[in-house]
C-alpha cells in the first residue's frame, strides 16, 4: 500500500485518492451521502486504505508500532469516541459489522482459503502438534500471571485464574467472556453482568497489548530468521511440495473461482446449522460456528473430494478480494468493535501488569511446546499464544495483520475457538473450586 516514484497507491493514481477522500469528507460532513451497503463500503475502503497506506510508510509506525492496522485501529476508534465520524455513518459501520456481519464473510474467505492452500499430509501433521501447542500457551499464562499477581499485588491464585487468565485466554468477547460470565453466575450465584464488566475491562486492554507483541514477534523473527517460517509455514520440517502452489502447476478458471466462492459460503451456512442445531454443544460446552467452520474446511482438504483446480480457485478468490477488502474490514473493527472510553477507563498499573505476565506466559508456553512438536517457535507463540489471549476473530485478525502472518489464520482460529471451548470447560471447574 505505498506510494510509488509515480505517485501510485495501490495502483491508482494520488490524485483519484484526494478526489476519493474530497467525496468521503463532502458527502459525510454534508449528510447526503447514502447509509447503504455500497456507501458505506465505499467510505469505509477510503479512509481504512489512506490511513493503512500512511501508516505502512511513516518509519517508526511501520518498523516499531505495528503498521497500518494498529495506526488504522487507534484513529478509528479515536475518531468514533471523540464524534469526529457523524453518529449517522457510526451506526452504519456497526451495521455493516454487526447486522449484516461482513466481518464473519471475510473471516470465512481467509479461514477457508487458508486451509486449501495447505497440502492434506503437512495439515494433518501441523493439527496434531497443535493442541498440545495451544495447552502449553495457557500453563505458561497461568504460571506467569499467578507469580505477578502474588508477588506484586498479594492477590489470591483464584482471583488471579477467575479475573484475569480465564477471561483473557478464554476466546474473545462474543464465544468467551459472555458465555463464561454466565458459568460463573451459574456456579457462584453471583451477578454475572459484575463479572463480565471485569473481564471485558482485562480483555480489552489485553487484546491491544498483544497486537504490539505481535509486531515485537515479527521483529524478532527478522532478526532470527531460523526461528520462523515465511510468514505461512508453521512446521519447521517442510517437504518439497507443501502447498497447492508448490506441489503442482494448477490451472484454475473464473468458474472455479465462482464455484469456490459458493463452497466458502456454504462452508459458513452448515458450521452455522452445526453450532446451532446439529451438534450445539460438546461435553456440556458450546462449539462457535467458526470453530466448525474450521473442522468443515480441514475435512474438505484432508477427504480429497475438491480438486485441485478448485481448492486454488478458492485461493484465489481470497487473494482478489483481500486487496479492497482488507482496508475496509479493519477500518469497521476501529469503529465499531473497539470503545475507545472502555480502554481508557480499564487501564490500571495492576491490569497492565497482569496482562503483559499472561501474554508473556502464553508466548513462551506455545513457543516452547511448539517448538518441541516441529514448529517454528515464533509463529507458534503468535497463533498458539497471542491467538488465545485476544478478543477472539477480529483480535486475530489484527495481530496476524500486525505480525505479517495473515496465512496462519486456520492456526489462529483453532486457538481462539477451540482453544476457547477448552479453556470454558476449565471456566467451570475454576469457579466451582475458588468462586
Not at 500500500?1 to 497507491?9: A, F, L, P, Q, T
Not at 501433521?125 to 499477581?149: D, E, N, R
Not at 470453530?291 to 478458492?314: D, E, F, M, P, T
Not at 516441529?374 to 483480535?395: E, K, Q, V
Amino acid at each position: 500500500m505505498g506510494v510509488s516514484k509515480k505517485y501510485e497507491w495501490m495502483g491508482l493514481p494520488l490524485l483519484t485518492w484526494v478526489v476519493l477522500a474530497g467525496i468521503t469528507v463532502l458527502g459525510m460532513y454534508s449528510g447526503k451521502m447514502g447509509t447503504d451497503f455500497g456507501s458505506t463500503i465505499f467510505w469505509l475502503t477510503v479512509i481504512g486504505a489512506i490511513i493503512m497506506g500512511v501508516g505502512n510508510q511513516l518509519p517508526i509506525v511501520k518498523d516499531y508500532l505495528g503498521g497500518g492496522p494498529l495506526l488504522l485501529l487507534l484513529l478509528g476508534s479515536f475518531a468514533t469516541w471523540a464524534k469526529l465520524i457523524p453518529e449517522a455513518y457510526v451506526e452504519a459501520a456497526n451495521n455493516w459489522m454487526s447486522g449484516i456481519n461482513f466481518q464473519a464473510f471475510f473471516l470465512t474467505l481467509l479461514i477457508v482459503s487458508a486451509v486449501m492452500a495447505i497440502e492434506r499430509k503437512i495439515l494433518l501433521k501441523s493439527l496434531v502438534g497443535y493442541l498440545p501447542c495451544i495447552l502449553g500457551g495457557l500453563v505458561g499464562a497461568t504460571i506467569m500471571a499467578a507469580a505477578a499477581g502474588m508477588i506484586c499485588f498479594h492477590l489470591s491464585i483464584g482471583d488471579i485464574l477467575m479475573t484475569y487468565v480465564m477471561p483473557i485466554m478464554g476466546g474473545g468477547s462474543a464465544a468467551g467472556a459472555l458465555p463464561m460470565s454466565s458459568i460463573y453466575e451459574e456456579v457462584t450465584g453471583k451477578d454475572k453482568d459484575v463479572y463480565y464488566g471485569i473481564a471485558m475491562s482485562a480483555l480489552m486492554v489485553a487484546n491491544i497489548l498483544c497486537i504490539f507483541f505481535a509486531v515485537a514477534l515479527d521483529l524478532l523473527g527478522k532478526k532470527f530468521p531460523k526461528m520462523t517460517g515465511d510468514g505461512s509455514q508453521l512446521l519447521r520440517k517442510k517437504n518439497d511440495k507443501d502447498s497447492i502452489g508448490d506441489s503442482e502447476q494448477v490451472t484454475y478458471s473464473l468458474e472455479d473461482m465462482g464455484n469456490g466462492m459458493m463452497i466458502m459460503a456454504g462452508c459458513w451456512v452448515f458450521a452455522g446449522l452445526c453450532s446451532k442445531w446439529f451438534l450445539p454443544k460438546i461435553f456440556g460446552v458450546s462449539i462457535h460456528q467458526y470453530a466448525y467452520l474450521v473442522i468443515i474446511a480441514v475435512g474438505l482438504n484432508i477427504s480429497g473430494v475438491l480438486s485441485a483446480k478448485l481448492r486454488k480457485g478458492i485461493c484465489k478468490v481470497y487473494d482478489v478480494m483481500k486487496v479492497w477488502l482488507t482496508p475496509s474490514v479493519f477500518a469497521g473493527m476501529a469503529i465499531s468493535l473497539l470503545d475507545f472510553q472502555s480502554f481508557i477507563d480499564a487501564l490500571s498499573v495492576k491490569t497492565l501488569v497482569l496482562s503483559v505476565a499472561i501474554i508473556v506466559g502464553c508466548i513462551l508456553g506455545s513457543a516452547l511446546i511448539g517448538y518441541l512438536v516441529g514448529f517454528y517457535p515464533i509463529d507458534a507463540a503468535m497463533t498458539g499464544g497471542l491467538c488465545m489471549a485476544n478478543m477472539g476473530g477480529s483480535g486475530d485478525m489484527l495481530i496476524l495483520a500486525a505480525g505479517n502472518r495473515m496465512d496462519l489464520m486456520t492456526y489462529a482460529s483453532i486457538s481462539s475457538r477451540i482453544g476457547g471451548a477448552i479453556v470454558l470447560a476449565i471456566s467451570g471447574v475454576v469457579f466451582g473450586m475458588f468462586g
